[in-house]
């Protein structure tokens, strides 16, 4: 299965800042997804990574809060922005290799706010 | 859209029991269902999943059983040992390869 290499592992931010949060893959791969695990919660979508193209949101999560690229087959970044307590999380991206492979996660991102 | 419910949401059995875990999906497009286990502070790992065209999926002492009609399907552990201790999602895929989980089950294994 493909390496996924998820920056930074962790994260303390002051509330109202923001932070992007990379995900690397170590082969060509047809699908990225991004996920949010709040304390102790199960895993939610927040948006599909479109390579070349503009992502597509969940119901509750939008393009200014969550920013999201896609610039080739093996990168993303999910941004953060302006963030608050609540935002407090796990933020996880997998990915689809396709060709009836399942889905694999990156280790996430376990990031707190002040 | 899709929605997934899990039962029980938490589970405890004695070493060398079977434990079960039943999840119920709501679309009916949905054609793939995978099951991760997810240890404290670690990534969920894919340990068994099922396609719509399978009724039935063995892998050693774990096994997932998919029933369409009634749009459930069901996680079978056996001979259940503490390192089998963890969370356990089930998830479907409703389109575009997306996961939606189920709330989770906590599985605790006494010795």
């Known amino acids: 299965s493909a390496v996924i290499s998820q920056k930074p592992s962790r994260d303390i931010c002051q509330r109202g800042t923001s932070l992007t949060i990379q995900c690397q893959v170590d082969?060509?791969?047809?699908?990225m997804f991004w996920y949010r695990q709040q304390p102790g919660q199960s895993l939610t979508l927040i948006a599909t990574?479109?390579?070349?193209?503009?992502?597509?949101?969940e119901s509750g999560f939008v393009i200014d809060k969550f920013p999201i690229s896609r610039p080739n087959l093996t990168f993303s970044t999910l941004t953060v922005s302006n963030m608050s307590p609540e935002d407090s999380s796990i933020y996880l991206c997998s990915v689809d290799a396709g060709g009836n492979q399942p889905q694999h996660f990156g280790d996430g991102t376990r990031l707190s706010i002040l | 859209g899709e929605n997934v419910e899990q039962h029980p949401s938490t589970l405890s059995v004695q070493e060398g029991d079977s434990a079960v875990i039943k999840c119920t999906y709501s679309d009916s497009a949905s054609n793939y269902f995978p099951w991760y286990k997810q240890e404290l502070g670690k990534r969920p790992q894919l340990i068994i999943d099922i396609r719509s065209n399978v009724g039935e999926k063995k892998d050693q002492r774990i096994a997932v059983t998919l029933n369409k009609t009634a749009k459930h399907f069901s996680l079978h552990i056996t001979e259940t040992q503490p390192e089998d201790s963890a969370v356990y999602f089930c998830?479907?895929?409703?389109?575009?390869?997306?996961?939606?989980f189920g709330q989770g089950t906590e599985l605790s294994v006494k010795p």
């Open positions: 998830a479907a895929t409703p389109q575009g390869g997306k996961l939606i």
């Open positions: 990574a479109n390579q070349g193209s503009e992502a597509t949101y």
């Open positions: 082969s060509q791969v047809t699908m």
